[in-house]
Every structure is written in C-alpha cells, then in structure tokens.
T-cell receptor, first 115, second 113 residues
C-alpha cells in the first residue's frame, strides 16, 4: 500500500519556469510533510517542510502548498535554474512514541531544467 | 559541526554473505534511522534507533538488524544477502523529542552478485 503518491514521475522545464510537483497522502495521522532534493550518488537533502496547521510555507525559491481537506501538498520552485535539476521526493511522518518519526516517501520526480 | 557520515561508500558482496554498514550521526543527534533506496525508487524505512534501543521497524525481515552505540553511531547488519538487497542504504539522524527533521548521509551503495 503506497501511502504517499507523487506525480509527475519526470518533469522538464525551461530556465526561469515554475515546476510544480504534487503529492497525495492517505493516512490522516501524518503531521509532518518534508520535501527532499537528491542529486545522483548523494543522499537526500532536506529542502523545506510543513505541518498541517498552515496552508503555505516559503523558503527562498521553494514554496509548499498544503491542502488538508484534499490530503494533498505540492512543491513549487520559483525561477528554476539548471542547478535545480535533481530528483525531488515528498515524504510524510507522524510522531508515535519517543523518537519514532519514520518517513514515508513518494517515488520521486526527476526534474530537468533546460538552460 | 559535522554532518551524517557513512562507511563504506561502495560494497560488493555475493548472495548468502553478510554485510555491516556504519553510520555516524550528526553532532548532538541521538536518533538514527536506516532506509533502503532501490534504483529509481524513494527510500523505504528499515528501522530506527533511539538511545540504543530499536524504536520502530518497517516491513523488512529479521535478517536486517541493527545496533546503536553509546556515542549514537549505528550499524546496519544484513545476513543471508539476496540479489534484491542491492540498493543504496541511507542513514538519517535526528534530535528526538525536539524535532522530527531527519538529516541524511551520503549512503552506502551495496551490490549483491
């Protein structure tokens, strides 16, 4: 059972465009939603995260939009650059006991930003 | 402040062998989680260690086991390796009770032949 569904699988945008990556979750107990960026051969790096009590969060060129009723959240990358070309993962977790915030990941979106 | 480190970087084993992967958590972090990332997939949670005790486990068989040491570093052990165990193994550390933010290491690429 895939608890976090991510789309699209791949995305190509021109430099300066605004790629949007979408995720949907099933478990309403999830209360923490991070996005990670991963370059080939590297571990995932945390970009930005949101909790269900807010509908939007911005950090630099990255924005998360969150729709609790629809159980969906999305990542927008403003003024995208070729250096943003990477695989992006959404994830979700819930606290369940001391230190147990296991992340459930989507399958990833490979973003290519064309100069 | 050093980040999460993992060793070795790459490893090649044959089916049926055993392997041990190591992780040093970020300074001050007392919780370590292990994930398996198959090629082209998102990471999957294996288990988590908090203050040297297993604190949550994903859908992985018992031949996947781990340890956490008093300095909060950790090991992942896999026995009776199978071809499907070939993957990138990621370690993530966090400061439990204050944040659920997890910081990942670069991973160990395991190839099982």
């Amino acid at each position: 059972q895939q608890q976090v569904k991510q789309s699209p699988q791949s995305l190509i945008v021109q430099k300066g465009g605004i790629p949007i990556i979408n995720c949907a979750y099933e478990n309403t107990a999830f209360d923490y939603f991070p996005w990670y960026q991963q370059f080939p051969g590297k571990g995932p790096a945390l970009l930005i995260a949101i909790r269900p009590d807010v509908s939007e969060k911005k950090e630099g060129r990255f924005t998360i939009s969150f729709n609790k009723s629809a159980k969906q959240f999305s990542l927008h990358i403003m003024d995208s650059q070729p250096g943003d070309s990477a695989t992006y993962f959404c994830a979700a977790s819930m606290g369940s006991g001391a230190g147990s915030y296991q992340l459930t990941f989507g399958k990833g979106t490979k973003l290519s930003v064309i100069p | 402040e050093t980040g999460v480190t993992q060793s070795p970087t790459h490893l090649i084993k044959t089916r049926g062998q055993q392997v041990t992967l190591r992780c040093s958590s970020q300074s001050g972090h007392n919780t370590v989680s292990w994930y398996q990332q198959a090629l082209g997939q998102g990471p999957q949670f294996i288990f988590q260690y908090y203050r040297e005790e297993e604190n949550g486990r994903g859908n992985f068989p018992p031949r996947f086991s781990g340890l956490q040491f008093p300095n909060y570093s950790s090991e992942l052990n896999v026995n009776a390796l199978e071809l499907d165990d070939s993957a990138l193994y990621l370690c993530a550390s966090s400061l439990a009770a204050l944040t659920d933010t997890q910081y990942f290491g670069p991973g160990t690429r395991l190839t099982v032949l």
